[in-house]
């Protein structure tokens, strides 16, 4: 891989998608990104890089796209723990995008994919937590279903179609650039600001700054083994009320609220609600049933030896990465 070669990024219109192409650009790579919808190209305006319109969704735009490409960083996913129809707007997309993006990148002569995989296709049943272990056991999120078993098909095309690939597994990603509609894991920074989180849920997140992970594809591109899995994460999780408490010390002006421990089936009964509301409303509920039974007081820690000695990952450590990412969300008070 060449610094003057052709990449390209799916999804380039998200956190880590968009973050990934100013990377790649200030390393002097010619980069091509794609996003579902053009009027989502206005955070490409200030940067040097081809935008085309490619859907994971549609095999042919991607072969379009992957033309003359070497290096495809496959970050284009659905990324969403709620939907209406999980099925079919989490699982199946992803499934279907995994195939379509790989079949493509094939046919158009890629060289080499990095799979943007997640910390949810770990096996966290064994502690810490690292990539030997294998897939999560546990069945009952389409989104975690669909990484699991995304990344195992992104595998056996790989190997059945002779294209090298690297499976990245990022944790909650946050910090600059960030654009609207925020993701998944700088929303709960956003429902701490806005003092929206009024009980003690006992779940931790696994908290890395999205350049950290940026770099990390890179060098996933650049030295990782093909067939292997990193991890793009910290050693240790901060539970959402010590990540509240930390916001709170940051900020006094904004009095924060420690979250207050409340009985678990109190929970299950406030996310059973939100989930009643969410299907009159449409609008993703703040807490669901399912994330207190696989998420409350689960423990997460990482070994991420594999990225460190094969990559040369070093991440920030989650504490400074939290710090950085509610300073970017006070600066950019339009994202709260």
């Not at 935008?51 to 095999?59: L, R, S």
């Not at 690292?130 to 995304?150: F, I, Q």
């Not at 002006?253 to 449409?282: H, Q, T």
């Not at 990482?302 to 070093?314: A, M, P, Q, V």
């Amino acid at each position: 891989m060449t610094n003057n070669s052709l990449v390209l990024v799916s999804g380039a219109n998200g956190h880590l998608g968009n973050n990934l192409v100013r990377f790649l650009i200030k390393k002097g790579f010619r980069v091509r990104a794609t996003v579902r919808n053009m009027e989502h190209a206005v955070c490409f305006k200030d940067l040097d890089c081809e935008v085309v319109q490619a859907d994971i969704t549609d095999k042919a735009s991607f072969l379009t796209a992957l033309q003359g490409v070497e290096t495809f960083y496959a970050v284009g996913a659905a990324f969403k723990l709620w939907a209406k129809d999980p099925v079919k707007e989490i699982y199946e997309v992803n499934m279907i995008g995994t195939r379509n993006t790989i079949e493509a990148a094939a046919e158009a002569g890629v060289k080499r994919i990095v799979y943007v995989s997640s910390i949810a296709a770990l096996d966290y049943t064994h502690l810490p937590t690292k990539e030997s272990l294998g897939y999560n056991p546990d069945r009952r999120n389409m989104y975690y279903n669909s990484k699991n078993d995304g990344e195992k098909l992104a595998f056996q095309l790989a190997k059945k179609l002779g294209i090298e690939l690297v499976s990245v597994l990022p944790g909650a990603m946050i910090g600059k650039e960030a654009f609207l509609p925020l993701n998944v894991s700088y929303g709960v920074l956003k429902l701490i600001l806005n003092r929206q989180i009024p009980m003690d849920t006992k779940i931790t997140l696994n908290w890395v700054d999205v350049q950290d992970v940026a770099e990390g594809c890179y060098l996933a591109a650049k030295k990782g083994r093909s067939g292997e899995r990193y991890i793009l994460a910290n050693e240790k999780c901060m539970t959402i009320t010590d990540t509240t408490k930390l916001a709170q010390q940051l900020y006094p002006e904004l009095d924060l609220k420690i979250p207050g421990s409340v009985p678990k089936f109190m929970l299950y009964a406030i996310a059973g609600w939100m989930e009643f509301y969410a299907k009159l409303s449409g609008k993703p509920p703040v807490l669901t049933t399912k994330e207190i039974a696989m998420f409350s007081g689960l423990q997460q820690d990482f070994d991420i030896s594999k990225s460190r000695e094969e990559l040369g990952f070093n991440p920030k450590n989650p504490e400074q990465a939290v710090k950085e990412a509610l300073a970017y969300l006070m600066e950019h008070r339009n994202l709260v």
